[in-house]
């Protein structure tokens, strides 16, 4: 009498029937499929043992039921992406999904290095400076229209250069005669303090700070004897060859101001109307 040979699961015998050994432990076909095929996340039907089953992301397939969402071709042997929720073949993602590079008009292939700026894609090896056309990669760069320059290019062909040093402006400068200088290359003719940012004059061509200008070219106050600048209280009047400032213009005996009023000159002295007809 033969032994015994039956399926693990149903008890059947398996002699003159196909069968599947799991751990050593045979199983017929019906049984197997039952208890350890997986589920084919798209149809939701068991992948038999005779099916070829596909696995993406913790789910199971049939070959059949593995389709790009957008053609409907079995994604078993192409290669495919995921977009947003859905599985693409990578023919479709490129002529539907994927950006063209504007400089060289092709696809922009879905894994490879692409730059994007202002809504427009680039490979990476086409995203070149206009000046040296050389690929600017991850470096800063400046837009200028429809071109891009790399930091080096564009300030040897654009930015301003200083009046003075004659280097490029980075950012900041002062403008004096409608020519752009270095806060620092923009300094008194005289002291050579810096002058950004605070009163000065001119004296021909040249920059200077109040103070240098008053020691050396204003003219001085008959009554106070200090520069009349033209800075501050910068009014002034003037009489023959002497200057007052404003505040300073009164009559030499009661101190009553004289601006816009009559006055009478006596020597080196200036008066009122009352204090003359004393």
Known sequence: MSEAFDCDGCKESLYGRKYIQVNDVPHCVPCYDRLYANTCQ????????????????????????LRCSHCSRSLADEPFTRQEDVLVCNECYR???????????????????????????????????????????????????????????????FAPRCAHCKQILVQGGVTYRDEPWHKECFLCSGCKVQLAGQPFTTQG???????CFSNLYAQKCAACDKP?????????????????????????ECSVSLVGAGFFPDGTKILCKNCNAK
């Open 205 to 211: 061509e040249d920059p200077f700070c109040v103070k």
């Open 95 to 157: 002529n539907e999904v994927s950006s063209k590079c504007v400089a060289c008009a092709k696809t922009v292939m879905p894994g490879s290095k692409r730059l994007e700026y202002g809504g427009c894609s680039w490979h990476e090896e086409c995203f070149v400076c206009c000046g040296c056309e050389k690929p600017i990669g991850g470096q800063s760069f400046i837009p200028d229209k429809d071109e891009f320059y790399c930091v080096s290019c564009y300030e040897g062909r």
């Open 228 to 252: 009349i600048t033209g800075f501050g209280e910068g009014k002034y009047v003037s009489f023959e060859d002497r200057q007052w400032h404003q505040s300073c213009f009164k009559c030499s």
């Open 42 to 65: 798209e149809c939701k039907e068991l992948i038999q043992h005779t099916s070829r089953e596909l696995y993406y992301e913790e789910r199971y397939y049939h070959e059949h039921c």
